[in-house]
């Protein structure tokens, strides 16, 4: 259940936002900053949930390289709020307006995409095969140097009709 | 008395079969190698923990004392591009070599290939004939354990050690639906298609390059143990900056520093140097040897490539099986090889999956589209390149820079220069690109960069063999032509490029290099 602290945060920051893009994950009660990079991930990944624990150490190592990503998520989860920006097109917005958030959302979408977070020399990878990047397609492809199959397996037709 | 019959100066591939093969004839056999170790398990976890999964460079350990290049996520500038084309070609230095990330293509040249001057009028022939690599070939391929389809234009005595790995769906369709316009046809590669030479079949796991995780495709480290099984020693951290010769022109020591700069030297009667086609021409530039032809570190050739990616009508998923299994070969070899370079038209099986992700975040697609574009394009892309002949060129070659390394010693510069003979055949395989794609239904169609080419590492030339002493640099076994007991081994003897990658000629080559320098005896061949 999420905490009153939490509640007001919602509230205040997703008030009249389309329920749709909801996310129910928590973080832990009292941290706000984690709760609204959940929250923004969720958004940028395209699902109704992501999943906190997997989040934790993505979270972790942002701030690690950045003592203001808290309040970054809080202040651009506040503009998508207060200006009812879209997903598919809030790169662009914030591209055109160059605003200090621009970078934000390819980040905390690459952090859960492919595991990476940081970039050039600072870039580390968090997550793999557990990507969502690779979730997403798990149906039919494992990730590179996990075994396919039995020798010959890939010699069938693919497993999904994407 | 020597320290060692023969000194072989490199762990890749090539040194160490050669010094296989050699130490099974009897000799004393010492490899020098300049970096480190490298471990199968270590580079597997690298590659999973790596936050650059495209670059095959990143899992490797980086051996400061002994650098190669490195491009991402910074240059460190090791190889100095003189231009005016840029060359960044990548290469390793550590245990078994460059071939720890190769993608295992091991074509045989076409016969035409080592004749193109009198065939063609272009480029130069080679001192040998294909009849005389053929059981060189043929050595190799079964050491290396290769698996290829009959029908590749390269005439063999014998068999494959193996038939070629079981075709990806992917491959499938895209032969069913060239055909008849175009054979489609397994590439020849040094992959288990069964259990062969104590390694298992294939299972797909889709990172041959950088790694495969079961060593199903052969490669220099398991080259490298199987020196050592035949009784051949190694030297590991042995950086070779001189070669020193004594006053009748014979190689009497090399001189080697260790990481911590302390400097060594061992003695041998026979010196084999397999340091790579840009560190090979670099140490005998270094050593002022083997060179009254002014050819040493020339004519440096890699085969170039473009490229075209397209969504076809259907879903291939790229990704399952091997990362190069087809290609086709019918561009390899005609008159028209007097106007412009031949080639080679490869599919890659690669898993779209990394680089799309990359596309849609640098284009700003989040949310639900993200998901839907993502498996659209993983399940619909496919790419095709040309793999180009390049001719020699005597100003295109490698040359000691004006930087040092960590140890002080010269670092490479290359000087490369793209000619029209390359850019006539990417335009002639434009052509090609177009049918395949229209064939395939194909869509959203991106090619390379009109004018910019890709690397393909195949480093031939620089230490190019021939008969004219004046005009080459080694003989047709190898065998430098100022100095009766220094063989050179490895790609860059090779006089011309073909349209195949260079690893197993190269192999072949130097198998036939050591049977000159010590015969195999009969009981044990
Ligand atoms: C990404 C990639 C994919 C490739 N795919 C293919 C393919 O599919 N098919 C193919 O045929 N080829 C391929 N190649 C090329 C192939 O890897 C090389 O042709 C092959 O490794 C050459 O073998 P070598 O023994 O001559 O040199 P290397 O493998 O480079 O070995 C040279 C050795 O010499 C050592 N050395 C260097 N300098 C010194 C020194 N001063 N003192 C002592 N030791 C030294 C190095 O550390 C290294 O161990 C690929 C290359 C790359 C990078
Ligand atoms: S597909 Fe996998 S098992 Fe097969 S060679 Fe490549 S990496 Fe090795």
């Known amino acids: 259940m999420p905490s009153p602290t939490r509640r007001l945060l919602l509230k205040a920051v997703l008030a009249g936002y389309a329920t749709a893009w909801l996310p129910t994950a928590w973080a832990a009660p009292g941290d706000a900053g984690q709760a609204a990079f959940l929250d923004l991930s969720a958004l940028l990944v395209g699902r109704s949930y992501v999943d906190p624990a997997q989040g934790k150490p993505l979270f972790e190592a942002f701030k690690a390289q950045a003592g203001d990503f808290p309040n970054r998520c809080l202040a651009l989860l506040a503009q998508i709020q207060a200006r009812q920006l879209d997903p598919a097109t809030l790169q662009r917005v914030l591209d055109a307006e160059a605003s200090p958030l621009a970078a934000l959302p390819r980040q905390v979408a690459r952090a859960w995409l492919q595991g990476v977070v940081g970039s050039g020399t600072k870039a580390r990878c968090l997550a793999y095969e557990t990507a969502l990047n690779a979730q997403m ?4 492809l494992r990730p590179p140097s996990y075994a396919y199959g039995a020798y010959g397996s890939w010699a069938s037709a693919e497993r999904s009709d994407a | 008395m020597p320290d060692a019959e023969v000194v072989v100066i490199g762990s890749g591939i090539c040194g160490a079969l050669a010094a296989r093969r050699l130490a099974l004839a009897g000799a004393d056999v010492l490899v020098l190698e300049a970096g480190g170790p490298i471990e199968r398990g270590q580079v597997v976890a690298a590659f999973r923990d790596s936050p650059r999964k495209s670059d095959w460079l990143a899992p490797y350990p980086y051996h400061p004392w002994a650098p190669h290049p490195l491009y991402l996520p910074e240059e460190n500038n090791y190889l100095v591009q003189a231009g ?5 070609v990548q290469y390793l230095r550590g245990v078994g070599g460059t071939s720890w990330h190769w993608a295992a293509q091991a074509w045989r ?7 193109l001057a009198s065939l063609y009028g272009v480029g130069v022939d080679w001192p040998l004939s294909y009849e005389e690599l053929d059981p060189w070939y043929q050595e190799a391929e079964e050491l290396m354990g290769v698996a290829g389809a009959e029908d590749t234009g390269s005439p063999r005595s014998q068999p494959f050690p193996m038939a070629p790995v079981a075709e990806p769906w992917a491959m499938r369709r895209i032969r069913e639906r060239l055909a008849p316009l175009y054979a489609v046809t397994a590439n020849t590669a040094a992959r288990n298609s069964r259990s062969y030479g104590g390694r298992p079949a294939c299972c797909g796991n889709n990172s041959c390059q950088p790694i495969c995780p079961i060593d199903a495709q052969y490669h220099g480290g398991l080259a490298i143990r199987s020196a050592l099984d035949a009784g051949a020693r190694l030297q590991s951290h042995a950086v070779v900056h001189r070669l020193e010769a004594d006053a009748g022109g014979r190689i009497r020591a090399a001189h080697y520093l260790t990481p911590d700069g302390q400097p060594r030297q061992v003695s041998g009667q026979v010196f084999i140097v397999a340091a790579n086609g840009v560190e090979s021409p670099k140490l005998l530039l270094m050593s002022g040897l083997a060179n009254r032809s002014g050819q040493v570190g020339r004519n440096l050739m890699d085969h170039l490539s473009t490229a075209l990616t397209f969504e076809a009508d259907e879903p291939l998923w790229l990704g399952r099986g091997p990362q190069s299994p087809s290609a086709i070969n019918s561009r390899r070899d005609g008159e028209f090889r007097r106007e412009h370079a031949a080639y080679r038209l490869d599919f890659t099986n690669i898993s779209r999956v990394d680089s799309v992700t990359n596309d849609l975040l640098e284009k700003g697609v989040y949310g639900p589209a993200f998901e839907q574009q993502l498996r659209r394009r993983v399940a619909h892309e496919m790419g095709v390149r040309n793999v180009l002949e390049v001719l020699p060129d005597p100003a295109n070659r490698i040359v000691l820079s004006g930087r040092t390394d960590a140890l002080g010693l010269p670092t490479p510069q290359v000087h490369y220069r793209i000619d029209d003979y390359v850019r006539r055949g990417a335009q002639a395989a434009q052509q090609d690109f177009a049918l395949i794609a229209e064939r395939m ?17 195949h480093i031939t030339g620089t230490l190019a063999m021939g008969d004219d002493p004046a ?42 290099s050591a049977e000159q320098i010590r015969p195999m005896p009969a009981a044990r061949a």
């Open chain 1, 137 to 140: 397609v798990g149906d039919v």
């Open chain 2, 84 to 88: 005016p084309d840029p060359w960044p």
């Open chain 2, 109 to 115: 040249l076409l016969p035409s290939d080592l004749r």
């Open chain 2, 441 to 457: 239904g194909g869509q959203r169609l991106r090619y390379s960069a009109a004018g910019k080419f890709s690397a393909n590492h």
């Open chain 2, 471 to 512: 005009r080459s640099v080694c003989d047709r076994y190898g065998r430098a032509h100022d100095h009766d007991n220094l063989y050179l081994c490895g790609t860059a003897v090779m006089p011309t490029s073909g349209t195949m990658n260079a690893t197993l000629t190269a192999v072949a080559l130097a198998l036939r």
